[in-house]
Nanobody
Framework: VQLQASGGGLVQAGDSLRLSCVAS?????MGWFRQAPGKEREFIAA????????YYADSVQGRFTISRDNAKNTVSLQMNNLKSEDSAVYYC??????????????????????WGQGTQVTVSS
């Protein structure tokens, strides 16, 4: 499956952005990660493709919302009240087969076999 992420940009602190990730095929799980210069890639949000429980990093809980549109095979990340520390390249990632232990591994980069190309988010303070 191929993933195409879009929606990044340059905004000011307190602004909002909506990232989208279009998948070329079916996926069971989709996650968003980000990577700032000199830092490791970190988990942001994830959800099963069928809906249900959503997962968030503590740093974005209450500000970011992950959602899906099955008709468009798209998962979006609504980001509100952006902060300068949210600046990074954001990646969507997908897994195309079921696992039993998703609820305990959703935040691991190793779980996801497919990755989008990344979209830059820059928040000026």
């Amino acid at each position: 499956v191929q993933l195409q992420a879009s929606g990044g940009g340059l905004v000011q602190a307190g602004d909002s952005l909506r990232l989208s990730c279009v998948a070329s095929g079916r996926f069971f799980y989709m996650g968003w990660f980000r990577q700032a210069p000199g830092k490791e890639r970190e988990f942001i949000a994830a959800m099963p493709g069928s809906g249900g429980t959503t997962y968030y990093a503590d740093s974005v809980q209450g500000r970011f919302t992950i959602s899906r549109d099955n008709a468009k095979n798209t998962v979006s990340l609504q980001m509100n009240n952006l902060k300068s520390e949210d600046s990074a390249v954001y990646y969507c990632a997908a897994r195309t087969n079921r696992i039993l232990y998703y609820s305990s591994t959703y935040n691991s980069t190793a779980l996801y076999a497919y990755w989008g190309q990344g979209t830059q988010v820059t928040v000026s303070s």
